[in-house]
Nanobody, 128 residues
Framework: QVQLIESGGGLVQAGGSLRLSCVASGRTFDFYTMAWFRQAPGKEREFVTVISRIGGSTWYVDSVKGRFTISRDNAKNTVYLQMNSLKPEDTAVYYC?????????????????????WGQGTQVAVSS
């Protein structure tokens, strides 16, 4: 498993932008399908987006399509989440997650239980 550390959260006004980063330890980052989840107070952890090992495929939850963009730089062991046009309902702790899929033909995973590497989370708060 890789160790994951998120950064980039903060407080922003509605309509603003933030860029989250997640740095992974180890030399096998490109074996991992990477995802972002979020969890608001009193709610279950929610899938936001996922990116394939080499970044060729991405998937998003409908509520963030057109506003959020996931990307990765395998040379830097880093996955990013660019969040634009933020809304108060985007307020949550955002978690980076990884799953080793190098021996799998499937990379479309959206459930928290599908991932076995997690960061500690970074808080995003959007004021109205």
């Amino acid at each position: 498993q890789v160790q994951l550390i998120e950064s980039g959260g903060g407080l922003v006004q509605a309509g603003g932008s933030l860029r989250l980063s997640c740095v992974a330890s180890g030399r096998t980052f490109d074996f991992y399908t990477m995802a972002w989840f979020r969890q608001a107070p009193g709610k279950e952890r929610e899938f936001v987006t996922v990116i394939s090992r080499i970044g060729g495929s991405t998937w998003y939850v409908d509520s963030v399509k057109g506003r959020f963009t996931i990307s990765r730089d395998n040379a830097k062991n880093t996955v990013y989440l660019q969040m634009n046009s933020l809304k108060p309902e985007d307020t949550a702790v955002y978690y980076c997650a990884g799953r080793n899929t190098v021996y799998s033909s499937l990379e479309y995973y959206t459930r928290p239980a599908d991932f076995n590497s997690w960061g500690q989370g970074t808080q995003v708060a959007v004021s109205s």
